[in-house]
């Protein structure tokens, strides 16, 4: 079965990316780790170090980067909130509109 380069993918899992179901949309061969990696939103200049295994755990355990961004900027948005509603931002000696920010963060891989 050919799948949709459009759809979601399945979950990756720390097993080995190119074996079972994680297969190549439109080619027959398993998938790259490099493109595992694309599936799990890591930036395409993203360097990996280590050996072949450690790279396939690397991948397979980490959270989509994307998603991991998402959870970040709600929590920061909440902790904000809850920091003005408390007034805890004068006693910091920081101003509401410093700090909290992860946007500036994520994005330096």
Do not use: W
Not at 88 to 107: H, N, Q, W, Y
């Amino acid at each position: 079965m050919i799948g949709h380069t459009l759809m979601p993918a399945r979950s990756l899992m720390s097993a080995r990316s190119a074996c079972g179901r994680f297969i190549h949309p439109t080619e027959d061969r398993g998938i790259t780790l490099r493109e595992s990696a694309v599936l799990r939103t890591f930036p395409a200049t993203y360097k990996f170090s280590r050996h072949y295994g450690a790279i396939e755990r690397q991948i397979g355990n980490a959270v989509p980067v994307q998603m991991a961004k998402a959870f970040g900027l709600v929590v920061a948005a909440m902790l904000k909130e809850f920091a003005d509603a408390v007034g805890l931002c004068g006693v910091t000696g920081m101003a509401p509109s410093e700090g909290l920010s992860v946007d500036r963060d994520v994005d330096r891989h």
